[in-house]
Each structure stands twice: as structure tokens, then as C-alpha cells.
């Protein structure tokens, strides 16, 4: 099923690259952007001192939908509303999804930031028909998770085509493997039960690249990454730090029932760090 599936996108992918397929209505764009928690950073890296690098750099693409992780309610989330001003959103906070007594005392300690997932879509091109934020805490009573983990569902109609369509943003865990591709099959069975036969878009910081076991998963589940068949630019590396000593490809835009036609890591201005992750994006048609 895996080799249909991607013969399938090569040959759509060759009628299109021809100009017989990729018209311009039928193409949604979407991004996926770590924008790193408002905290305690060095004071040049704060919140305050760079969000407004943040909006120029979306605001550069203008994408359909874009998928934000570590988003602090309150102020930051607040933020992003109005320097994208034309967007709606959705997504609530990750201490609504504590599910063990390890997440619940972390969540209660005062330093420890209550980040959402929010989905930011443009009305004027989609209409968002449901939402909710699902928690993917695996359970285990000894060792748990240490922090709650969520994505945010939108299922979403083209309003130029009429078509529906699924995404789901989300953060996996950072530590462990193991937890993280609990997590995927915790969202590959909601899938399953929400969304099988439409097309699927996932996107977010998982914390680790796309390979070996994980991309087994992904695949046999009948996604491929939106990079596989599209044109792509700009760097590899999405997570960079605040002085590229931590580059990493680990942001990810995957697809099913769907193919990109451009792929590309957005490359941070000149010297410049709107976040310590680049987001990616993606020119999608659903199929």
C-alpha cells in the first residue's frame, strides 16, 4: 500500500509539474512554526523583542492555515492575534489535558508555561466546520509523560473547491522515542475514527526527524512527508537555536490523501532569529 501511495504522487506529481493538473484555486498553503515560548530568554530573544520579526515572516507567505506550537495562553497567544490580523483561531491550553499525577504537579509548579497548539486559518479562504484539542498522554503509572501533550483537530472546507479536509497540529514529547510514537498512533487512531477517507494534513514540532521506526508508522498509516514529491528550497534544518548550534530537522508538514507541489524551510533573515525554530511550509492540493 506504501509503493501505491507514493506512486500515486509521483504521477500526479508529473501532470502537474506538465501545468495539465496544479491550478491555482485547487492549491491551499500551510505552515507549521515553533514560535518558542514567551519566557526567560537572553533579553535580545524575548517575546517582546521579536514578534514582530515573527508576523513579518508569516506575513511573507500568507499561508492558508498555519499550525503554532508553544503558544503561552494569554499574552503571546493575544499577540498573534493581532499582528495576523485576518486570521481566526482555535486551540485550548495543554494543562486542559493532564492526565497523570507527574503532569498535574509539573503543571501546578509556577514557572512551568501552559502552551497551547493554535491553528490560525484564513476564513476567506477555508471554513472550519469542527475543532477540539485532543490530549496524547500514554498511559503509564509509573512513568508518565512529563509534560501533557495535545494537538489541535480542525476539519475544514475549501471555499473555492468545497472540499473537506483535516488537520491536526501538535508538539510531541522531547525526551523519549518510545512516548513520542505512542503519541503518533494515539493520533494516527483518531484519525482513523474522524477522518479516514478525507484528506489529512499533520503538522508540528515533533521533536525528532522522520525516519526508521516512526516513518514506518507514518507510512503505513498511508502518510508520506509533504517534501517527498514537491520542489522544495531553502535549508534543512528547521530547529536552530539562537545562534545555529542546534540545527535540527525536526518540524514537519505530513500528508495523506494530499501532495505538496513546494516544499520549504523559511530561512531566518540575515542574522536574525524571529524563534530558535524556522517554521515550514507547504503548497498543498487535496486529492
Not at 16 to 44: H, Q, W
Not at 130 to 156: A, C, D, H, M, Q
Request: aromatic residues 10%; charged residues 25%; proline residues 6%.
Amino acid at each position: 500500500m506504501k509503493n501505491f501511495v507514493l506512486l500515486k504522487c509521483y504521477i500526479l506529481g508529473f501532470f502537474m509539474l506538465c501545468g495539465c493538473l496544479a491550478v491555482a484555486k485547487d492549491i491551499l498553503t500551510f505552515m507549521s512554526y515553533n514560535v518558542r515560548r514567551k519566557g526567560k530568554d537572553p533579553i535580545e530573544h524575548q517575546w517582546d523583542n521579536r514578534k514582530e520579526l515573527v508576523f513579518k515572516q508569516i506575513l511573507s507567505k500568507r499561508p492558508t492555515i498555519i499550525g503554532f506550537q508553544e503558544v503561552v495562553k494569554g499574552k503571546q497567544y493575544k499577540d498573534l492575534k493581532k499582528g495576523l490580523p485576518g486570521y481566526r483561531s482555535f486551540g485550548k491550553p495543554r494543562s486542559k489535558k493532564s492526565k497523570s499525577w507527574l503532569q498535574w504537579v509539573i503543571m501546578k509548579y509556577p514557572r512551568a508555561q501552559d502552551e497551547c497548539n493554535p491553528i490560525f486559518y484564513n476564513p476567506k479562504h477555508v471554513q472550519l466546520i469542527k475543532s477540539e484539542t485532543v490530549g496524547i498522554n500514554p498511559p503509564n503509572i509509573l512513568f508518565p509523560s512529563w509534560l501533557p501533550r495535545i494537538f489541535s483537530y480542525g476539519l475544514f472546507k475549501d471555499v473555492r473547491t468545497q472540499k473537506k479536509f483535516c488537520v491536526i497540529n501538535t508538539h510531541l514529547d522531547k525526551d523519549s522515542k518510545t512516548i513520542r510514537n505512542k503519541q503518533i498512533h494515539l493520533i494516527l487512531k483518531y484519525v482513523t475514527k474522524n477522518a479516514d477517507d478525507l484528506p489529512v494534513i499533520i503538522m508540528g514540532d515533533f521533536n525528532a526527524p522522520i525516519e526508521g521506526n516512526t516513518q514506518k508508522i507514518l507510512y503505513d498509516a498511508h502518510f508520506v512527508h509533504a517534501k517527498e514529491n514537491a520542489i522544495t528550497r531553502g535549508p534543512k534544518k528547521t530547529r536552530t537555536g539562537w545562534k545555529d548550534n542546534k540545527l535540527k530537522e525536526i518540524d514537519h508538514i505530513l500528508l495523506k490523501n494530499a501532495m505538496a507541489t513546494e516544499y520549504e524551510v523559511v530561512q531566518n533573515p540575515q542574522g536574525q532569529y524571529p524563534s530558535d525554530h524556522q517554521p515550514v511550509y507547504a503548497k498543498v492540493i487535496l486529492l
